[in-house]
C-alpha cells in the first residue's frame, strides 16, 4: 500500500462548486499532474490492478459530505492512469473506494490517497 498526501487544507474541486468551464479544467489538470509526480516520486510501478481511496483529514467537527469530494478523487484516479500506474480507471483496472472524512484534531489537515495492490 502507498499514500500519497497532498498538503491541501481542502478538495481543490467539490461538487457544490459552480466554476466557469475553463477554470474547473485548469484545476483539474492540476491534480491530475500532481497525482501523477505524486505517484512517480513514490516509485509506484505499472500494476494490472489496484484499489485507491481518498481520505480528507480534517481539524475540526464542522460538517462535511464526503460525496462533495468525488470531483478531486475522479482527478486524482486520471491522473494515476497519467502515471502509467494502470492503463485506465475503469473497474477492469481500478476499485474506487467512496471517499472518508477523518477528524484529527489538532493535525494538520490535508488528503491522502491511497493506492494498493
Given amino acids: 500500500m502507498t499514500v500519497l498526501t497532498f498538503d491541501?487544507?481542502?478538495p481543490p474541486l467539490n461538487a457544490n462548486q459552480r466554476l466557469h468551464w475553463a477554470q474547473k479544467?485548469?484545476?483539474t489538470r492540476q491534480i491530475r499532474e500532481w497525482t501523477d509526480a505524486l505517484a512517480g516520486a513514490n516509485?509506484?510501478?505499472p500494476k494490472t490492478h489496484v484499489t485507491v481511496q481518498l481520505t480528507w483529514v480534517v481539524t475540526d467537527k464542522r460538517?462535511?459530505?464526503s460525496d462533495n469530494i468525488y470531483p478531486t478523487f475522479k482527478a486524482m484516479c486520471d491522473g494515476l492512469v497519467d502515471?502509467?500506474?494502470v492503463p485506465d480507471d475503469t473497474p477492469q483496472?481500478?476499485?474506487k473506494r467512496?471517499?472518508?472524512i477523518r477528524h484529527e484534531p489538532g493535525g494538520i489537515a490535508r488528503l491522502e490517497l491511497e493506492v494498493t495492490t
Fill in 63 to 65: 460538517r462535511r459530505d
Fill in 98 to 100: 467512496a471517499p472518508l
Fill in 93 to 95: 483496472y481500478m476499485d
Fill in 25 to 27: 479544467a485548469k484545476l
Fill in 43 to 45: 516509485d509506484i510501478a
Fill in 83 to 85: 502515471a502509467g500506474i
Fill in 8 to 10: 491541501w487544507p481542502r
